[in-house]
């Protein structure tokens, strides 16, 4: 069975802060996919990235990066210099194989205060 | 171009009530899913699809609980009856499903279901 756990629930900062939002993941299949998505206020669900079992390489997309460690079944997000804009709630998300569904983690709410 | 529509965005019924929920997928899409979003429960598949067929549907609740796909530009789901416990955001999303990997499944604005 396949397992994400998002342990941080909520998370409050100051504009302008960086600040990392932590997953974890479990799963016994060496080929998965993980995802990060951006649930804001006003509800809709927004992909982020994908990242491939294979693929261990870091990513860096503007003030976003993502830090993808195997040998701690991490796939941990980091927001540079947040924005209020960035207030929403983040889902990381596991997939096992090829076209299936996805398990998501119970999300992490992040405040960002002006 | 067009992302994943769903209809309604918003459904207030009675409990004892059907309940039809409508998503029309990215055009080239094959695969689409449909999930629920509760508080309790968080986000969670209910049933999807490839090329139209049911692949897997162990997370539809119970038997008041179905989902069609006629054909590849159309899905309901429907609830029937409907009871105060179904009150969620179904969330309906699509991707290019090919067997070899995992492609990105893009969501559909959902719909809030509130039963009363």
């Known amino acids: 069975a396949q397992k994400v756990t998002q342990a941080q629930t909520e998370i409050s900062v100051v504009e302008k802060e960086d600040v990392t939002l932590d997953c974890v993941y479990e799963?016994?299949?060496?080929?998965?996919?993980l995802f990060w998505y951006k649930q804001p206020p006003s509800g809709e669900l927004v992909f982020l990235i994908r990242r491939n079992s294979f693929d261990e390489q870091n990513e860096i997309s503007g003030r976003y990066s993502w830090n993808f460690q195997k040998s701690t079944s991490s796939f941990n997000f980091t927001i540079t210099a947040s924005q209020v804009v960035d207030s929403a709630v983040y889902f990381c998300?596991?997939?096992?194989?090829?076209?299936?569904?996805?398990?998501f983690g119970k999300g992490i709410t992040l405040s960002v205060r002006p | 171009d067009a992302g994943v529509i769903q209809s309604p965005r918003h459904e207030v019924t009675e409990m004892g009530q059907e309940v039809t929920l409508r998503c029309k997928p990215i055009s080239g899409h094959n695969s689409l899913f449909w999930y629920r979003q509760t508080m309790m429960r968080g986000l969670e598949l209910l049933i999807y699809?490839?090329?139209?067929?049911?692949?897997?549907d162990s997370g539809m609740p119970e038997d008041r609980f179905s989902a069609k796909m006629p054909n590849a530009s159309f899905s309901t789901l429907k609830i029937q009856p409907s009871e105060p416990r179904d009150s969620a955001v179904y969330f309906c999303?699509?991707?290019?499903?090919?067997?070899?990997?995992?492609?990105?499944?893009?969501f559909g604005p959902g719909t809030r279901l509130l039963v009363l």
């Open positions: 699809f490839n090329n139209n067929v049911p692949i897997d």
């Open positions: 998300a596991l997939s096992v194989g090829a076209n299936s569904k996805l398990t």
């Open positions: 999303a699509s991707s290019w499903g090919e067997r070899r990997y995992q492609e990105t499944q893009y």
């Open positions: 799963t016994r299949d060496t080929t998965y996919y």
